[in-house]
């Protein structure tokens, strides 16, 4: 371009130079120390370097963003591990006393194997919790932290030593002898005197070291879930407001250099540097909006995901009341103080439920009602006083087997089925809204992690499209 367009400061004369370069903001009659192809350079480099850093700490942040979404996965999922690891856990000791009570599936009133179907599917399920309860050591001896080892060590051998205590309980009562002909194993509800002997080992076991351990590491990552989505929440917000500042910071010094550059070349506008200056907006405002949705999205996930978590808790508790009703018939001889405790539990995790756990709350009442199943097993325990047993009658002891095992509709074992149906409905529809925040704040991060590198060299080339024709002028 001709250099006769404008009125090009003189390199040389320093008082022309002082009467051109006055509008760029130096006093009149100070004496010029830099030329203007200088000045232009340092602007230049100013404004790249400002993009520069804008381009860093985008960068930065959504790779923190992206890893405190990473971490609030990865930690939900160890959470998830420690919870249904307690579960299992729990259930697994109620299965090992059914089977002890249930014994050869035979009736004690009648001899004939009325019982036999609740036998086979006890036995399935502590095959299947047995099958939980090593997946899930797996899985935490795989995605836990050093911390976590010695824990989940000592969690393994114990396991491992209660299946033993329980499997040797469950072969004595089912290979004792049997007054039914060709048939082995003690009658239900008449558990050989060694069976119940070897299962108050492992239930003592599993209630005084396993349960209390595997709580314990259940509720630290539970914890642990909760600091994940804060940290993640919080750096998405401190990059959020870096990029907005840093962005500012670039678009007000672009606008600068475009004043500068209209005031020394009398020329209204510099395509090049507003193009640098939009897209330095465009790149702070787009990372604001984006990390700020997932800071948000970071948080919604650990809340979803704490109330999933209260579901598992509140299931956890149930089967606890449901596994002390079961040795509460297998060893009466206790008091029902195990079985009060874990209702109350149960009741105090159902509260926290608040109003979306209307629906168990109402099948839990036909359960542990003044007239619910629980009180209807419980009140064939009676000491009887010819003998000192705790059934007045083999009759007795088959109307509690019966009420505590059965499937048919007004069963314990249908009620609560009934009742953990409602609770599986509200854990899936709480995960499911966890998935969904997760799903939302991948989203946000969609095509950031190549973005802000695209968006800075556009910047930069705009910057020096418009840079080069001035500096051209000189040559």
């Known amino acids: 371009m001709s250099a006769t367009v404008g009125v090009r400061p003189s390199t040389t004369a320093a008082g022309n130079s002082g009467q051109v370069g006055g509008g760029g903001g130096e006093r009149p009659g100070r004496a010029q120390s830099r030329s203007t192809p200088l ?15 804008l381009l860093g700490v985008t960068v930065g942040a959504f790779t923190a963003a992206s890893d405190g979404t990473s971490s609030v996965a990865q930690h939900a999922a160890v959470a998830s591990d420690s919870a249904d690891l307690y579960f299992s856990l729990s259930d697994l000791d109620a299965e090992s006393a059914r089977l002890v009570l249930l014994g050869n599936g035979a009736n004690p009133a009648t001899g004939a194997l009325d019982l036999a179907g609740d036998q086979i599917a006890t036995l399935a399920a502590y095959n299947e919790r047995t099958t939980q309860v090593d997946t899930d050591l797996r899985r935490l001896a795989a995605s836990g932290g050093s911390a976590d080892e010695s824990a989940i060590s000592t969690l393994t051998s114990a396991v491992t030593v209660y299946h033993q205590i329980a499997d040797a309980a469950i072969s004595l009562d089912q290979t004792a002898p049997s007054a039914i002909p060709d048939t082995m194993g003690s009658s239900a509800g008449q558990p050989a005197a060694a069976a119940i002997g070897y299962y108050a080992r492992a239930t003592t076991l599993m209630q005084s070291q396993l349960l209390p351990e595997a709580k314990a590491l259940r509720d630290d990552k539970a914890r642990q879930l909760s600091d994940a989505a804060s940290s993640a929440h919080l750096a998405g917000i401190i990059g959020a407001v870096a990029a907005g500042l840093v962005g500012l910071l670039a678009l007000g010094l672009a606008f600068r250099m475009h004043r500068q550059l209209r005031l020394w070349f009398r020329r209204a506008t510099n395509v090049g540097v507003l193009v640098t200056a939009l897209i330095s907006l465009t790149l702070a405002l787009g990372s604001v909006v984006a990390l700020a949705a997932t800071a948000s999205d970071a948080s919604n996930a650990g809340a979803r995901f704490a109330d999933y978590l ?7 508790a149930s089967y606890d009341v449901d596994g002390a009703v079961t040795r509460y018939l297998l060893m009466p001889d206790t008091t029902q103080a195990p079985i009060q405790g874990a209702q109350k539990s149960a009741a105090n995790e159902l509260h926290n439920l608040s109003q979306s756990g209307a629906t168990a709350n109402k099948r839990w009442d036909s359960i542990v009602g003044s007239n619910g199943d629980i009180a209807k097993i419980t009140g064939q325990i009676t000491t009887n006083p010819v003998d000192g047993s705790y059934f007045n009658s083999v009759s007795d002891i088959a109307t509690a087997l019966i009420k505590d095992t059965g499937t048919a509709r007004g069963d314990e074992a249908f009620d609560f089925y009934y009742y953990d ?9 709480r995960l499911a809204a966890f998935d969904d925040s997760m799903s939302s704040a991948h989203s946000d991060l969609a095509g950031w992690s190549w973005l802000p590198w695209a968006l800075a060299v556009g910047a930069l080339t705009g910057l020096g499209l418009g840079v080069r024709p001035r500096l051209a002028e000189y040559r």
């Open 421 to 429: 149906s409602a609770l599986m409905t509200l854990s899936n529809d």
């Open 39 to 53: 000045r232009l350079t340092l602007w230049a480099a100013v404004v790249s370097t400002a993009v520069a850093a």
């Open 310 to 316: 209260a579901v598992t808790r509140t299931r956890a």
